[in-house]
């Protein structure tokens, strides 16, 4: 069954630097999404992302967050000047279509940790 | 603001018996109301959904109920497994975004 990849799976930066986390997405879906889980909390939707464009962010996606699909397969999310409480797992998910009824399929996270 | 709040937070159930897991939520502009099923160290996995034109969706053990009125949504695990052990979230979709409830840890007793 076609799954969601991300890498690395664990990621350590020092405070203030910049941090790209990579995802590849199912190859025919068309919508992807991030999200972020810290740790023992819910999952928090970060951001979805559609044709090269963002379709709806949450408060949390500041301009310190950006998203990109640099190529046909992958799809990044970087943080500019990370802070402490970005320690976190981010996961990304991607759906083939936007509908609200479109299974979104989540990859196995990206555990971000902040020294 | 808490767009959703999920009950209990944990919850310890025989091998055999029945989980259930609630969820309310006050925003109406979501159209669709899915659970996910999260293992340590993975991430969430759609397990069951529902759109809040029906009261009731029943897939295999798993059963959603639908209230639509009082905006509520509970899931029920029948003969709960030792396997079924895992964290629950519930969630409503809208659009492009969707938001999680906090998260319902199910440990099933052998």
């Known amino acids: 069954e076609p799954e969601v990849t991300q890498t690395p799976s664990h990621q350590v930066t020092q405070m203030g630097q910049e941090v790209i986390l990579r995802c590849v997405p199912i190859?025919?879906?068309?919508?992807f999404y991030w999200y972020r889980q810290i740790l023992g909390q819910k999952v928090e939707f970060l951001v979805s992302?559609?044709?090269?464009?963002?379709?709806?962010k949450s408060e949390i996606f500041d301009d310190q967050f950006s998203v990109e699909r640099p190529d046909g397969s992958n799809f990044t999310l970087k943080i500019r000047s990370t802070k402490l409480e970005d320690s976190a797992m981010y996961f990304c998910?991607?759906?083939?279509?936007?509908?609200?009824?479109?299974?979104?399929?989540f990859g196995d996270g990206t555990r971000l940790s902040i020294l | 603001q808490q767009q959703v709040k999920q009950s209990p937070q944990s919850l310890i159930v025989q091998k055999g018996g029945i989980s259930i897991i609630n969820c309310a939520y006050e925003?109406?502009?979501?159209?669709?109301f899915p659970w996910y099923q999260q293992f340590p160290g993975k991430g969430p996995a759609l397990l069951i959904a529902?759109?809040?034109?029906?009261s009731e969706k029943k897939e295999g053990r798993f059963t959603i109920s639908f209230n639509k009125s009082a905006k509520q949504f509970s899931l029920h695990i029948m003969d709960s497994q030792p396997g079924d052990s895992a964290t629950y979230f519930c969630?409503?979709?809208?659009?492009?975004?969707?938001?999680f409830g906090a998260g319902t840890r199910l440990f099933v007793k052998a």
């Open positions: 998910a991607s759906s083939e279509q936007g509908f609200s009824n479109q299974p979104q399929h």
């Open positions: 190859s025919n879906h068309l919508y």
């Open positions: 992302f559609y044709n090269n464009e963002i379709s709806e």
């Open positions: 925003n109406t502009a979501f159209d669709y």
């Open positions: 529902i759109r809040p034109d029906v």
């Open positions: 969630a409503l979709t809208g659009g492009f975004k969707t938001i």
